[in-house]
């Protein structure tokens, strides 16, 4: 079983691109826990080229859940619904909704960052940009609660 974690978003739209940056940021602590890093931006065809059978997965993308905007939220990628798909990809074809069309059945994680500001910049919103570090540290305890949960 390899385990990999997806960045999503679209890194010219201000706090959509949040995933990518978070897991750019933590590539070096998540290299230590050989969980290889895809940089998948928008291109869910791209992403699912990478996914195989036994694979662990990780998908961490920006979402827009009304919850106070930093907030890092994780769900089981098989317990998430079709209106949780469709809600958290402001993309046409989004990595949650190919898994499913592709027919693939992964195990992993969706870990979500809720958002401020969606508009064209290359740039987080300063209120992400501020927290940025904290994010991280959520999403690092986020993801050793995971594998910690996952090994019992």
């Known amino acids: 079983m390899k385990k990999k974690l997806f960045a999503i978003g679209n890194p010219i739209m201000m706090d959509d691109g949040i995933g990518i940056v978070v897991a750019e940021e933590i590539q070096d602590w998540l290299s ?9 931006e928008t291109d869910a065809d791209y992403c699912m080229s ?5 694979d662990f997965i990780l998908i961490i993308d920006a979402t827009y859940l009304n919850i106070r ?3 890092v939220t ?6 998430l619904n ?3 798909k469709s809600v958290y990809s402001q993309h046409e074809m989004s990595l949650l909704k190919g898994l499913t069309m592709y027919g693939k ?3 992993g994680y969706f870990i979500g960052i809720e958002i401020e500001k969606i508009q064209f ?6 209120n992400l940009s501020g927290e940025l570090q904290s994010i991280c540290e959520k999403v690092k305890g986020e993801i050793q609660k995971i594998f910690n949960e996952s090994n019992n």
């Open 69 to 71: 905007p930093g907030c």
């Open 32 to 40: 230590e826990r050989d969980i290889e890093v895809i940089i998948g």
């Open 105 to 107: 059945k992964v195990n």
């Open 82 to 84: 079709n209106d949780y």
């Open 50 to 54: 990478f996914i195989k059978k036994d």
């Open 74 to 79: 994780t769900c089981p990628i098989r317990e």
């Open 121 to 126: 910049g290359c740039q987080l919103s300063e």
